[in-house]
């Protein structure tokens, strides 16, 4: 059974079928966050059998169609082409002649549309696409492999700077090495919470997405991937109210993840030998009420206090009450064990 939340902080029609559900990208990657809000948002589609390839390399044509969209730039189709290897009849000719007039990319007799493309390069093109001036900023981050007087180091000193990108263990950046799908939504989804901020319908239809998932698992195991959704909900939920604190949907989700947040912590009480009926029960009512204040608070929620109530007593019958007292001996099987005894 599939269960919709209605998070709407307006009133719209969506599909049920929510971005980001990559079959190579479970909710343990790093990835997971930025290509299901890249994909969200149509900056990136993922493939036919349901994949997204995160560690694909991007070349050069890939990356401006990723950019442009990413930036909200129209993919126009102009006259001018400086490019010969770039023909009226190929599928990257609008993105490439958009960027091109908009000084993304340089004129140049070719512009290698096949070739892979390396951070440096990715970094500069999407950052010109955002109309940013590094230049502009008083620019301080080094690390050991970042050459200061590169054509490129202004770039990294800013993405730097705004966390867009973050060295490794070694203090490295890797300037020169080739861009991966998944790195590249990684880049894309801090530069835009850095910038203008994050699409906050966006970031609540992909909360829905993991609460809608707890609720059909209805919690059955504590297993990592339950821990997983929960994680990726606060995240989603809280990055969305760091703009709109007050408003009432996002509220309301918070108080539906904290329910469900009981419901797990009746959950291992009745896991526990022997468990505890009267904590598990306290639980169990917090989880109803927090319910109820969620709906309270955004009506259009009144599914889940159902779903909710109908895990809690699933739960409540499933725990058995453990008697102290001796079972009195079963006279038909000790008649029968004694009677073979005597043959």
């Given at each position: 059974m599939r269960?919709?939340?209605?998070?709407y902080l307006i009133l719209s029609?969506?599909?049920?079928?929510?971005?980001?559900?990559?079959?190579?990208?479970?909710?343990s990657s790093d990835w997971y966050i930025s290509t299901a809000y890249a994909s969200e948002i149509g900056i990136f589609s993922g493939y036919e059998d349901g994949s997204f390839k995160p560690n694909r390399i991007l070349n050069r044509a890939e990356a401006l169609k990723i950019i442009t969209r990413a930036a909200k730039i129209p993919a126009d189709i102009h006259p001018a082409n400086p490019f010969e290897d770039v023909r009226r009849d190929q599928w990257f000719y609008s993105y490439v002649t958009a960027a091109f007039h908009r000084g993304i990319i340089s004129k140049n007799t070719e512009?290698?549309?096949?070739?892979?493309?390396?951070?440096?390069?990715?970094?500069?093109?999407?950052?010109?696409?955002?109309?940013?001036?590094?230049e502009q900023y008083e620019l301080q981050a080094k690390t050991d492999d970042l050459d200061i007087d590169a054509w490129y180091a202004p770039y990294f000193q800013f993405a730097l700077q705004y966390e867009i990108i973050t060295v490794d263990t070694e203090n490295l950046i890797y300037p020169a090495e080739y861009?991966?799908?998944?790195?590249?939504?990684?880049?894309?989804?801090?530069?835009?919470?850095?910038?203008e901020g994050l699409d906050a319908q966006t970031l609540l239809l992909l909360a829905e997405k993991e609460i809608i998932f707890l609720l059909e698992s209805e919690i059955k195991t504590l297993s990592?991937?339950?821990?997983?959704?929960?994680?990726?909900?606060?995240?989603?939920?809280?990055?969305?109210?760091?703009?709109l604190p007050e408003n009432k949907v996002i509220r309301a989700a918070k108080k539906?993840?904290?329910?469900?947040?009981?419901?797990?912590?009746?959950?291992?009480?009745?896991?526990?030998?022997?468990?505890?009926?009267?904590?598990m029960q306290k639980a169990l009512e917090n989880a109803e009420f927090l319910a109820t204040q969620a709906v309270e608070i955004n009506p259009h929620q009144s599914e889940i206090l159902t779903q909710i109530k109908?895990?809690?007593?699933?739960?409540?019958?499933?725990?058995?009450?453990?008697?102290?007292?001796?079972?009195?001996?079963?006279?038909?099987?000790?008649?029968?064990?004694?009677?073979?005894?005597n043959k």
């Open positions: 269960f919709f939340i209605v998070f029609s969506w599909s049920s079928a929510l971005a980001g559900d990559f079959q190579d990208i479970p909710r512009f290698s549309p096949g070739r892979s493309v390396n951070k440096a390069e990715f970094l500069k093109m999407l950052i010109k696409a955002f109309q940013i001036d590094p861009i991966s799908r998944g790195d590249a939504a990684d880049i894309i989804f801090f530069l835009l919470k850095s910038g990592p991937e339950i821990a997983q959704a929960f994680e990726k909900a606060h995240f989603f939920v809280n990055t969305a109210g760091e703009n539906t993840i904290q329910s469900l947040e009981s419901i797990v912590q009746a959950k291992k009480i009745s896991t526990t030998i022997p468990p505890d009926p009267e904590e109908g895990i809690a007593t699933t739960i409540r019958e499933g725990l058995v009450p453990i008697s102290d007292e001796i079972p009195e001996e079963d006279e038909d099987e000790t008649d029968s064990s004694a009677e073979t005894t």
